[in-house]
């Protein structure tokens, strides 16, 4: 690791530099009705319009799905007996874009608990947790220290039947929803890091797939891939070398689901 005083320099230069380039709000600069802009204002002005598209977006979604889960089950809960079902699974967090620079991957765990209100649909919610490992630059900086990732939230589950001629008991299943994911920079690691400090939540879209291999009625044992999409405030990353405005993360995870047939049989 390079000292403390190279890292803070370093740091202190890139600030400088982006702030350069950003609108200044000193009345010194502004002459009549004619403002002095500071060069580089243009893309920070669309890339800010961008953001207030995409917020936007991402909270109409939200309260779409929210709609969704309540209309839906509704409506056919009393057509099918349901049953739960819990998923407990464990491997590895990727993560990708951006945050692939600052970070590097980690472990993670997580469970999902799903109410199958029909043969092949189901509401769920999730909860996953993992630690990505610190990263470094090429002359060994570190750009963040190991971040906590928490993801809460829910969504359906759609299962998919097996051809007529397949006698294999394998099981496929698609899966899409929303939440909140809290973001935790390990602020022991690296004493004096910039970043320390940083911990937020933010709006995350989610979606994966899963393929299983049904061992008993009770006891289902599978593979899973997933993808997160975070919607991040850029401001608060300006404690990074690198601002963004979201972030992707790839569990793969392998578990074990067990069905619960509390309320009759499908």
């Known amino acids: 690791m390079r000292p403390r005083t190279e890292y803070l320099a370093r740091f202190v230069h890139w600030k400088g530099a982006r702030e350069s380039r950003s609108v200044t709000s000193d009345p010194a600069v502004w002459r009549g009705s004619t403002p002095t802009v500071r060069p580089g204002s243009g893309s920070r002005i669309i890339r800010e319009a961008k953001e207030e598209a995409l917020h936007n977006a991402t909270k109409t979604g939200a309260l779409l799905a929210a709609a969704a889960l309540l209309i839906v089950p509704s409506a056919a809960l009393g057509q099918e007996k349901g049953h739960l079902s819990l998923d407990a699974r464990g491997g590895v967090m990727i993560p990708a874009g951006t945050l692939a620079t600052l970070t590097d991957l980690g472990g993670m765990a997580g469970a ?145 689901r067990v069905n619960f047939r509390l309320f009759g049989s499908d």
């Open 112 to 256: 999902t608990l799903a109410y199958h209100f029909h043969p092949n649909v189901a509401i769920r919610a999730d909860f996953d947790y993992a630690k990505l490992d610190d990263g470094e630059d090429e002359f060994g900086v570190v750009l963040s220290p190991p971040m906590k990732v928490y993801y809460l939230g829910g969504g359906f589950e759609v299962k998919f039947n097996r051809p007529k001629y397949q006698d294999l008991p394998f099981t496929f299943d698609l899966n899409l929803g929303a939440g909140v994911t809290k973001m935790q920079v390990d602020d022991t690691f690296d004493p004096g890091h910039p970043a320390n400090g940083f911990d937020h939540r933010y709006l995350t879209f989610d979606g994966g797939a899963k393929i299983g291999y049904q061992a008993t009625d009770w006891l289902n044992l599978f593979a899973q891939g997933q993808a997160y999409l975070i919607i991040v405030e850029t401001g608060d990353t300006s404690v990074f070398p690198e601002q963004f405005d979201h972030a992707w993360l790839f569990p793969l995870t392998a578990g074990a």
